[in-house]
Nanobody
Framework: QVQLVESGGGLVQPGGSLRLSCVVS????????MAWYRQAPGNQRDLVAT???????NYADFVKGRFTISRDNAKNTVYLQMNSLKPEDTAVYYC??????????WGQGTQVTVSS
């Protein structure tokens, strides 16, 4: 069974930065596109960014120019570099495959709080 372990969240002031990591416990990781999602209290889970197996990326409009998704296939890890953080970025962040490929079981996520 695949396990997803997210980390790197925390409390940061507006304008600050965080780098999230997600380790995927699966031998065959590199062929899969990966994505970061986020869910704020009372809201649905939203797609934030995706990275293809070859490294091409796509971003939701609300993070374009501020967030960067990347992956290290040798470490079975996907990253999310978040810069210029805003209070509205506050949410629990999760990684998983894109919805079209079917989700693995969700991990516990990592809490990001942007507040002064």
């Amino acid at each position: 069974q695949v396990q997803l372990v997210e980390s790197g969240g925390g409390l940061v002031q507006p304008g600050g930065s965080l780098r999230l990591s997600c380790v995927v416990s699966r031998t065959i990781f590199s062929p899969y596109p990966m994505a970061w999602y986020r869910q704020a209290p009372g809201n649905q889970r939203d797609l934030v960014a995706t990275v293809a197996s070859g490294g091409s990326t796509n971003y939701a409009d609300f993070v374009k120019g501020r967030f960067t998704i990347s992956r290290d296939n040798a470490k079975n890890t996907v990253y999310l570099q978040m810069n210029s953080l805003k209070p509205e970025d506050t949410a629990v962040y999760y990684c998983n495959k894109p919805r079209s490929l079917g989700y693995w079981n969700w991990g516990q996520g990592t809490q990001v709080t942007v507040s002064s």
